[in-house]
């Protein structure tokens, strides 16, 4: 792997936020009297713009997606932040990439206020440069509109960076940007999702993508 830059989406590819997220999906749509009870139903909700999935999966209005998604983040920031877990191996492989002269970047469709304070809580931080995430407004939650800001704003040439993820959303956004992009099997994307997006590599576990770094 020669990139010298690599880019790192953060839920499903740093980390495992499936009990956090889904939780917290759940109780905003309590508030909105939608009652979802089996969490795993809940689980398309990791990765993709929270907006988004909030009005096209329940038929929302913009200004109902926007209260489901106030209601997602007053139990997100106290609790469903830390429901949460990094993958087993992502700190030894972040610390290698370094070692070995990489510059090392998180691009997430999550709030950057929350994405700094995950990579803070499970201590690597260390390892990134910059964290870009979204602002609470909105502004950047498209994965297309993300990396072009952090290519523009570090002054990176696409052809010396690989974008990491587990979503389409971070292939889409790294194919639209010319940067080549990995999917990674281990997180919430399926495999069809991935390779329907003609990924550089495709990664089935961590291990793998270890591998391929050396």
Request: glycine share 10%.
């Amino acid at each position: 792997m020669h990139y010298r830059r690599i880019l790192f989406d953060l839920d499903g590819t740093l980390t495992d936020p499936r009990e956090g997220i889904t939780r917290s999906v759940q109780h905003a749509l309590a508030q909105l009297d939608i009652h979802e009870p089996d969490l795993a139903a809940l689980e398309h909700f990791i990765g993709p713009p929270l907006l988004q999935c909030f009005m096209s999966t329940y038929q929302l209005s913009e200004e109902q997606g926007w209260q489901a998604v106030n209601h997602y983040r007053e139990r997100f920031k106290v609790t469903g932040l830390y429901e949460n877990r990094a993958f087993d191996g992502i700190d030894a492989l972040l610390a290698r990439l370094v070692d070995q002269g990489r510059t090392l970047y998180i691009a997430t469709s999550k709030p950057t206020v929350f994405a700094r304070e995950i990579a803070r809580h499970f201590g690597f931080d260390r390892h990134f440069k910059v964290i870009y995430g979204s602002e609470l407004d909105g502004t950047r939650t498209d994965k297309v509109e993300l990396i072009a800001h952090l290519l523009r704003e570090e002054g990176l040439n696409p052809a010396d960076c690989l974008m990491i993820g587990d979503r389409k959303h971070d292939l889409i956004g790294a194919h639209r940007n010319g940067l080549h992009a990995a999917g990674v099997g281990y997180g919430f994307g399926s495999r069809e999702e991935l390779l329907g997006e003609a990924p550089a590599y495709y990664f089935a576990s961590l291990p793998e993508l270890a591998r391929a770094f050396g």
